[in-house]
């Protein structure tokens, strides 16, 4: 007799396009890179944000309306493209090659 696979039930596939294996899937594995992941995205935006205005007026020589201006701007489109990388995942790509390609254009771009 043939042993039952153990597949997810709700649709997921592997990156090959298989279904997942629920034995093999996520699970703490995958939970503690998205927790590592954001804890270290989130430590590098706010240490950017902290001193990006600053860094504008004294390096730059940008005024400080300017400057703040321009950090609202790349603030406000952090915030945003997530919708936009929500948007990619549901239409197009998937979960799984989303965040791929997204990490890998976030550490080129770096």
Same mark, same amino acid.
């Given at each position: 007799?043939?042993?039952?696979? %153990?597949? =997810?039930? $709700?649709? +997921?596939? %592997?990156?090959?396009?298989?279904?997942?294996?629920?034995?093999?899937? /996520?699970?703490?594995?995958?939970? !503690?890179?998205?927790?590592?992941?954001?804890? !270290?995205?989130?430590?590098?935006?706010?240490?950017?944000? #902290?001193?990006? *205005?600053?860094?504008? =007026?004294?390096?730059?020589?940008? %005024? =400080?309306?300017?400057? *703040?201006?321009?950090?609202?701007?790349?603030? /406000? #489109?952090?915030?945003? +493209?997530?919708?936009?990388?929500?948007?990619?995942? $549901?239409?197009?790509?998937?979960?799984?090659? +989303?965040?791929?390609?997204?990490?890998?254009?976030?550490?080129?771009? #770096?």
């Amino acid at each position: 007799m043939e042993a039952k696979l %153990d597949h =997810t039930q $709700d649709g +997921t596939v %592997d990156f090959r396009g298989q279904p997942a294996l629920s034995s093999n899937t /996520g699970k703490w594995k995958a939970c !503690f890179f998205l927790l590592g992941y954001e804890a !270290f995205e989130r430590m590098a935006f706010y240490g950017v944000a #902290s001193n990006l *205005v600053n860094y504008l =007026t004294t390096q730059l020589h940008e %005024d =400080t309306v300017s400057s *703040v201006r321009n950090v609202n701007n790349w603030s /406000g #489109s952090v915030w945003i +493209t997530p919708i936009l990388g929500a948007y990619i995942a $549901d239409s197009y790509l998937g979960r799984f090659w +989303t965040f791929a390609l997204s990490s890998l254009i976030y550490v080129l771009v #770096s």
